[in-house]
């Protein structure tokens, strides 16, 4: 069993930067691809980003604001956004999966989340 704990969200002002971490336990974080998602009041989950070894994928959306990285060694997965919007306010997932082809948008194909942490972008 992968516990995720989410953790680095806040209240920022627009136009700053944040960097959220997911602290990964009880699996070796390099046999998963990882993932980040978010979710705002009366929507859908929506895929970000994901990583597998040295490979990323980025919805078209997130493409040069935000950043996917992990350290195995730390077993952490971070996102860094830059240049945050308003519309980035959301609670914001890791998820992790053995299976999933990396850069699946489908929530549902990934077994294990964290409970999310909570970001929200001051204009």
């Known amino acids: 069993q992968m516990q995720l704990t989410e953790s680095g969200g806040g209240l920022v002002q627009a136009g700053g930067s944040l960097t959220l971490s997911c602290a990964a336990s009880g699996r070796a974080l390099s046999n998963y691809v990882m993932a980040w998602f978010r979710q705002a009041p009366g929507k859908e989950r929506e895929f970000l980003a994901g990583?597998?070894?040295?490979?990323?994928r980025y919805k078209d959306s997130t493409k040069g604001r935000f950043i996917i990285s992990r350290d195995d060694a730390k077993t952490t997965l971070n996102l860094q956004i830059n240049n945050l919007k308003p519309e980035d306010s959301a609670v914001y997932y890791c998820?992790?999966?053995?299976?999933?082809?990396?850069?699946?948008?489908?929530?549902?194909?990934?077994?294990?989340w964290g409970q999310g942490t909570q970001v929200t972008v001051s204009s």
């Open positions: 990583i597998s070894g040295d490979a990323t």
């Open positions: 998820a992790a999966d053995q299976w999933v082809i990396l850069g699946t948008q489908n929530a549902g194909e990934y077994r294990y």
